[in-house]
């Protein structure tokens, strides 16, 4: 009786053999191709990595340099040794013996939150009436609001050093804020060209439905465009914090210095640092910077979708 072989266990006879070649070459040439493209591929990532952490450490480097020199003494501050031994935490009350370093960080604060909050509100609404409303000789004023960016700042010192003089708002933390209640030409051009990418036909239904343009621009407007906010918003909170020109006109008081104003203090006063203490100075940068560190990492993901969206339709 003849055995019935199976497909699979057929022999294979050279007419079929020789159509199967091409097939097996191509995906024998296939893999081969695949293999060094992979090779590069994983290569190219490893190297990627290793670039990402090298500028990551570049870019560390001065922080930890201050972190350390801030738990050194004087004479080991620039020794160049990362990790002190043994550490002095004791700078940090001596810092605060010496100056009142808590009142010079509320004053910062307040002036932060207030100057970020103001320009971030009058700012949005500035913007979104260039964006939604159309009048004549609206390209022209929009242009004359930016041409106020080329004017430099010292221009305009001597001028608002009178007017806030004359308001007798002089010696006080007033003027290192309130300047934001007009807006910024740089955040009204960032805001409007967010407003702009809005579909101008929500807020035509939105005035159908009675609402007036005040309540679209609270209501509507400004939730589409919290991440456009949030940027402007540590944008200028960075801005107020590290400001120093202002306080060093405006501010007299020592009680009403902010941390900027303060560490200039601590170089040019002898009994708070100016015997060249240096680890004082570093311990002071290190409570000056770490607030802008944590504002940063708790609204990146909103500063990096504001970025990446931001000015994407003219």
Known sequence: MAVQQSPATAPVGPAAANAAAPIVGAAAAQRAETRP?????ILGRIGFFVALAFFTLLFL??????LSA????????????LIPNPAHPENYTELTTRAPILG?????????????????????????????????????????????????????????FLIWNALGFNNSLVPLWAGNLFGS??????????????????????????ANHLRIWWSIALPLTRAALIVVFVFEL???????????????????YTLPRGLKAIIDN????GQKEW?????????????????FFLGQRYFIEGIATTGSKG
């Open 37 to 41: 493209r992979t090779r590069r591929q």
């Open 61 to 66: 480097y001065p922080f930890v340099w201050l």
């Open 70 to 81: 801030s738990f050194k003494t004087t004479t080991e501050v620039f020794n160049n040794v």
């Open 104 to 160: 010079w960080a509320w004053n910062s604060v307040l002036v932060s939150f207030l100057a970020a909050t103001t320009v971030t509100i009058t700012s949005a609404l500035v913007a979104f009436a260039f964006a939604y409303f159309r009048f004549p000789g609206r390209n022209l004023l929009f242009a004359l609001v930016l041409a106020t960016l080329m004017l430099p700042g010292a221009v305009t010192m001597i001028p608002n």
């Open 185 to 210: 030409a740089f955040y009204i051009f960032l805001l409007r060209q967010f407003f702009l990418t809005l579909p101008r036909e929500l807020f035509e239904a939105a005035r159908v439905d009675g």
């Open 238 to 256: 960075k801005a107020a914090w590290t400001e120093l020109l202002k306080p060093l006109i405006f501010v007299h008081d020592i009680a009403m």
């Open 270 to 273: 002898p009994s708070i640092g």
């Open 279 to 295: 680890e004082l100075l570093a311990a002071a940068g290190v409570l000056v910077t770490i607030p802008m560190l944590v504002v």
